[in-house]
């Protein structure tokens, strides 16, 4: 039986009401808050991929793995709410 394609973005996540809701304390991971705080700093994913020897589709994939750790639905978001607790 075929499954359900799996959609990203808002559609993807329905059902949430703020920033991890439903779901325990983000524990951000070093490698994490770096992406962030690069992407805070304005590189795009390309350099960022570049810095930390790893490839584009990586740092899209970690982004989006920390976008859906914390509860939100885009990197931009993501970045926000880690400048907003002062992570980065």
Known sequence: MD??????GPAGRT??????AGSAP???????????ALLAEGHTVESIGRRLG???????????????DIGVDSTIEAVVHAVRGRWI
């Open 3 to 8: 499954q359900p394609r799996r959609t990203s």
């Open 15 to 20: 059902g949430r009401t703020g920033p991890g």
């Open 26 to 36: 983000w524990s951000p991971h070093p490698a994490d808050l770096e992406i962030l």
């Open 54 to 68: 790893v490839s584009d589709r990586t740092v899209r994939r970690r982004l989006r793995s920390i976008a859906d």
